[in-house]
């Protein structure tokens, strides 16, 4: 079907239902691939560098690379659709993904941060297939249609994690250098992910929703929406707050596992623990859609952050405990998750569809940013006062989310149940 062609209303709510699908595959394959960058970045990194102190610039690397590409990408996305704007970011992994196992083979440590950056822009891209997921959708689905492609992120991004082990056996076999190998994993999904938009993602959803409300079409669920700056500016916070909380804490993970794992045993655990932690940010997405739906977006974006609070308590307490580690890790997934939903679906409807692509680049530029940041804060603040420290000065934008709620609740006229 040509994305020029305007379906029925009921062809739309089938379109909708098949994008969805489509994008929720995408970010199966996606989430293998990023899985693998999630977990070695830190280890990669500390070994090339020789400090562990600079071991949260590969976290900030893969952020900054997403900082660097969220709005050109969004402006693709607005001129020429998703689908152009989905592949350019599969195209920049795959390219990065080759320079990583470049740059461990040659000890290259500049090197290894350029190629996590491009696998950064990738990840970029596929942060918008959240986005595309609420393009058709009609306002009472729009947090469950966003959550849905959310949690398929949970399939690849557990198995990716898990691949680690497997994939360090295959890198030996046929030479890698060590702790690359299961980036052949991530190089087979994000070319397999490249093809799906290429071929299947027909009609592109922002390509339609756009021509729909230009056309004014009384059939569509698609309608224009009042500009709520005020509104837009609190989910863009929320959003970038809760991910900085998350990235800070979930990037030093590994290093700190490194000193209270016995060494034989430092790459499953790294692998089980992120792998769980993913499972936490991806796994009740669609129950958090669905609350958001229901409760309004602001009670979950406050709940997300009684869930962060909670990981970080765990996380300073139990700082010595794996097993504490890894309840904290849980729990910090589950915290993003309530925060990243409800606070997408708030940024999406309280924007009109003509302004969606730039403010979305925007937020996924801020969040991405102020992970970055936060990341080589962290690996400092590791250095200088432990996990324990780390978890407790992470409570900071946790603290300011909660103020920024009660400043908008107290101030906002309501929309769709903020």
């Known amino acids: 079907m040509p994305d020029a062609a305007a379906p029925t209303a009921v062809d739309l709510v089938a379109t909708q239902r098949r994008t969805v699908r489509v994008l929720a595959a995408g970010q199966v394959l996606t989430g293998v691939a990023f899985g693998a960058t999630l977990s070695l970045g830190a280890l990669l990194a500390a070994d090339l560098s020789g400090h562990e102190a600079l071991s949260g610039f590969a976290t900030a690397s893969v952020t900054l690379g997403a900082a660097l590409t969220a709005i050109p990408l969004a402006r693709v996305a607005g001129r020429r659709g998703r689908r152009f704007a989905l592949t350019t970011g599969n195209l920049a992994a795959l390219a990065g993904i080759v320079i990583v196992i470049a740059a461990a083979a040659t000890r290259a440590f500049p090197m290894l941060l350029v190629g996590i950056a491009l696998i950064g822009a990738g990840n970029a891209g596929t942060l918008q ?247 080589v804060l962290a690996g400092i603040i590791l250095g200088l006062s432990g996990y324990a420290g780390l978890a407790l000065w992470a409570l900071v934008p946790v603290a300011v989310v909660c103020l920024g709620a009660a400043v908008v609740a107290r101030s906002s006229v309501p929309l769709a149940r903020v």
């Open 129 to 375: 297939s959240r986005f595309a997921a609420t393009d058709l959708a009609p306002a009472a689905r729009r947090g469950r249609d966003l959550a849905t492609v959310v949690w398929a992120t949970t399939v690849g991004g557990v198995i990716g994690p898990l691949l680690l082990a497997p994939g360090e056996l295959l890198g030996a076999a046929i030479g890698m250098p060590r702790l690359t190998g299961a980036y052949l994993f991530s190089f087979a999904a994000q070319a397999c992910a490249f093809a799906l938009y290429v071929l299947v993602l027909r009609p592109d959803p922002l390509l339609l929703a756009q021509r729909l409300d230009r056309e004014h079409a009384a059939s569509t669920p698609v309608s224009p929406s009042a500009d709520r700056p005020a509104l837009a500016r609190f989910a863009m916070l929320a959003v970038a707050a809760s991910h900085v909380t998350m990235a800070s804490v979930m990037a030093m993970t590994p290093v700190h596992l490194s000193h209270i794992v016995a060494p034989d045993a430092v790459t499953l655990a790294v692998g089980v623990t992120i792998a769980l932690h993913v499972f936490g940010m991806y796994g009740l997405s669609p129950v958090f859609g669905l609350l958001a739906d229901r409760w309004g977006r602001i009670p979950v974006i406050v709940l997300g952050q009684v869930l962060l609070a909670a990981s970080l308590a765990v996380a300073a307490a139990f700082a010595d405990a794996q097993a504490g580690v890894l309840v904290a890790l849980v729990l910090l997934g589950l915290g993003w998750s309530a925060a990243t939903v409800a606070g997408s679906a708030l940024l999406t409807e309280a924007t009109p569809l003509a302004a969606r692509p730039r403010r979305q680049g925007r937020s996924d530029t801020l969040m991405t940013a102020c992970a970055a940041a936060g990341s």
